[in-house]
């Protein structure tokens, strides 16, 4: 098999893509796309999306790109807008409408439509003088005459460009609106990223009802006891008013029990067999701050105790339950 028999074409629709986007961000005006910025950060409505074919392929990525970010908007099928979903359509918001030609007659269809309801119109055109551009309020020329295409007719360069732009446009809003990951991480709950960002000790830790604890004077017999009733592997240790003083691991009492042998095992009270003033944690920190207590160290542990402000014994969180959560 000859692993370069395609490795031309390839590379040549790659090549041919790649410079073109670098001529669009040499050559596009500026001074509207600008306009164009200013006018989408201070929409008051949400950001209508329109494309039909390939483009409105684009269209529907642009939009839930924009939404990511915590800007409202939504992708508009022409043709559904001539039969009622046009409804949607307020005079606060704006629309961003995609033609390579500018002549799609769907689109132009619908134009009057859209102008009839106060909307300005964002153009993404490769024909300046095209319909479209001459109904438009901004148009934004991406350049585009020849697709990767050998016989110009797939839309490859131009889905491309449009991409590209509608990538700079959000990521350009993102940075103007001040959007950090927190922000963002809002928007993508289900994603690795959000959950980092938002989930909390307090969403994942064995309240004190499924963490049973214990006192210091309890015996060997109590200290089991209370590890099996809770399944966590460990039982926090509490004063008389709930304060934390320990942590008992079923490794501290195998340790115990082996240290102490051939003495009376039973003799033995968690204030003998627990870990004093043990690594905790509050129920507000992010979990993947926990996480990371517990990993990043010489030896790792895998529970730690969660206490409120006033170190008074709440719960417990495991390693376990953070890491099948998806962080």
Known sequence: MNNGLYEGNIRRVIQQEG????????NLDYEKVNIAVELLLNCKGKILLMGVGKSGFVARKIAATFTSIGTPAIYLNATDAMHGDIGIVSSSDIAIVISNSGESHEIIEVLPFIKNRNVSIIALVSNA???????????????????????????????AAVTAFGDALALTLMEAKNIGPENYALNH??????????????????????????????NLYEIIKAISDGGLGAVSVIAEDGHLIGIVTDGDIRRAVQNNLPNNIYDLYAEQVMTKDPIKVTQDILAFEAMNIMENRISQISVLPVVDNNNVSIGMIRLHDIVRSGL
């Open 189 to 218: 709950p289900a994603g690795r990223l959000g959950k980092r960002l938002t989930l909390r000790v307090k969403d994942l830790m064995h309240v004190k009802e499924s963490n049973p604890t214990i006192y210091g004077d309890s």
């Open 19 to 26: 410079e073109k986007l670098l001529q669009i961000a040499d």
């Open 129 to 159: 003088k095209s319909t479209l551009a001459e109904n438009a309020d901004i148009v934004i020329d991406l350049m585009v005459k020849q697709e990767a295409c050998q016989y110009n007719l797939v839309p490859t360069t131009s889905a």
